[in-house]
């Protein structure tokens, strides 16, 4: 069985960093990209990032380049979103969700889905 386990969200301060974990099971992890995504109460599904795990080629979103980065540990089949100077409109439920094909991917290329995690940036 597939599954998909988002953790590390939570409340934060604006400015503040957070790194949420993607722990990937049931499946060949090396073969499928890895994206995340989030969305906020009214808002549509957001694209954050993406990767590759099997030549760990990397996409950020515009809106977030240059504050969030991706990686993966491939031994503990994990992917990580690594969240710096961040903002109240940051708040979102975070996803991941996995994807046969490579590369920058839409929301509806990706198969597998995690439950989310609530992140809340607020003073």
């Known amino acids: 069985e597939v599954q998909l386990v988002e953790s590390g969200g939570g409340l934060v301060q604006p400015g503040g960093s957070l790194t949420l974990s993607c722990a990937a099971s049931g499946f060949t992890f090396d073969d499928y990209t890895i994206g995340w995504f989030r969305q906020a109460p009214g808002k549509e599904r957001e694209g954050l990032s993406s990767i590759t795990i099997s030549d760990s080629d990397t996409y950020i979103a515009d809106a977030v380049k240059g504050r969030f980065t991706t990686s993966s540990d491939n031994a503990k089949n994990t992917v990580y979103l690594e969240m710096h100077s961040l903002k109240p409109e940051d708040t979102a439920v975070y996803y991941c969700?996995?994807?046969?094909?490579?590369?920058?991917?839409?929301?509806?290329?990706?198969?597998?889905w995690g439950q989310g995690t609530q992140v809340t940036v607020s003073s």
């Open positions: 969700a996995a994807a046969f094909d490579p590369g920058w991917l839409g929301a509806e290329e990706y198969h597998h």
